[in-house]
Structure formats: C-alpha cells, structure tokens
C-alpha cells in the first residue's frame, strides 16, 4: 500500500492507525500542498483531483484509490478487528465511534481550516473558535471520569484523528483550561506509533524538501 501524506495535517492518523497494526512496510509519499510536488514526482492531481490528503492506493484489484481519514482509518482497523482500534461493524459501539469520528471532521477539523487560513472577518473568526472551544469541550467532559481514552480502556482511529487535528494553536484557539484533554492530549503523544509518526513524517519531508533544492 501506498499512503499520500502532508505536513502537520490529519494525514498522521492515518499514519498512526498504520503504525499500531504494525503495518510499517505501507510506503509514504509527501504531498507539498502548496508547491504541488510529491516526493516521489508523482501528479497529486491525477491522484486525487480535489487536491487534499490523506490518500490510500491500495495493492489489490486495480490499485484504488481510497480517501478521507476517517475512511481510511476504519477501513485499516476493520481490517485487523483483534487490534481493538475500531468497534465491530453492526454494533452500537460503532455506532457511537463513528458519530465521533464524524463530530471531529465537522466541528473541529473543518472549523480550524478556515482560521489557520485567515479566510475569516474578525466576528467570523470569534464565532469560530466560540464552536472550536465547545466542541474540545465536549471532549474534554467524556474523559473527566478518568478514562484514558474517549470511548474507555482502549485506544481507537477516534483517538488518533482527535491528536492529529490538534490544530488549536495555529488557529489562536485557546484550550489550556481544558485540563483533561491536555493530559489526554499528552498520553496520545507518548504513544511510539506517534513518536513513529511524527519521525516518518519529519524524515520524508526534508527528503522532499532537499530534493527540491538540489
């Protein structure tokens, strides 16, 4: 398989999902969103023509295309069921995992994009971050009870995606009160699928970065 992936963006959930299936032979290919080159000089457009990551190509059948993190991430842990890192289909456990999932895309991921771009008036932005707050808030009274993780003992594709848009600090959103997610936020960083990550990314950016130098 073959991951499209970018700087600093929901694509290190995916990458994260990968890691803790121990499927670390997935190659990785960086997406320079604003460049337009990929690292290994394919056409992103010709992968994905609405421009954005992440990005799976599969081995099987005729090599397709899957897209959207949330579909991705579902997609590798059902997978794998024994891993634990989604519900099995059909219960309501996944039911609620994926109406998350869901919240995250649209009340968090979606909302940072148009701060961190300044696309907003000042009032549009104020409203904006009022929405980022409550809904990390949200977050942030699920694991008040002492639960390590949002859906309890186990960590899931929910909580990979939650880390990776932790965006609030380019968007100016400030959370620092909220002190469960904060330490929340922490224990997902001490993960080595994350420090794994983190590092894959880093090494393959520069990579790229030289490359375009040279």
């Known amino acids: 398989m073959k991951l499209y992936i970018a700087k600093a963006t ?3 959930a995916v990458q994260i999902v990968l890691n803790e299936l121990g499927m670390d032979d997935t190659e990785l290919v960086h997406y320079d969103v604003f ?3 990929t ?3 394919e056409d992103f457009a010709q992968v994905n023509p609405l421009g954005y990551v992440p990005v799976l190509r599969l081995d ?3 090599q397709e295309l899957l897209a959207e993190t949330v579909v991705i991430g579902s997609y590798l842990a059902d997978l794998h069921p024994r891993s634990g890192l989604v519900p099995a289909r059909g219960t309501l456990e996944r039911v609620r995992v994926d109406a998350l999932l869901n919240f995250v895309a649209t009340e968090i991921a979606q909302k940072h994009i148009p701060l961190m771009r300044k696309l907003l008036t ?3 932005s104020s409203w904006t971050r009022a929405k980022l707050v409550a809904a990390y808030a949200r977050l942030d009274r699920m694991l008040q009870d002492g639960r390590p993780w ?3 003992e186990r960590f899931t ?3 990979a995606y939650v880390w990776a848009t932790f965006w609030h600090e ?3 959103v400030d959370i620092g009160h909220l002190e469960h997610l904060m330490a929340y936020k922490s224990r997902i960083e001490a993960r080595p699928s994350v420090i794994k990550a983190l590092a894959d990314e880093a090494a393959l950016v520069l990579a790229h970065e030289t490359r375009l130098a040279a």
């Open 170 to 172: 380019r968007s100016g």
């Open 10 to 12: 929901c694509s290190l």
């Open 157 to 159: 594709v929910l909580d």
């Open 35 to 37: 460049g337009k080159s």
């Open 60 to 62: 099987e059948g005729e």
């Open 150 to 152: 949002l859906t309890g």
């Open 122 to 124: 000042e009032e549009g």
């Open 39 to 41: 690292s290994n000089g």
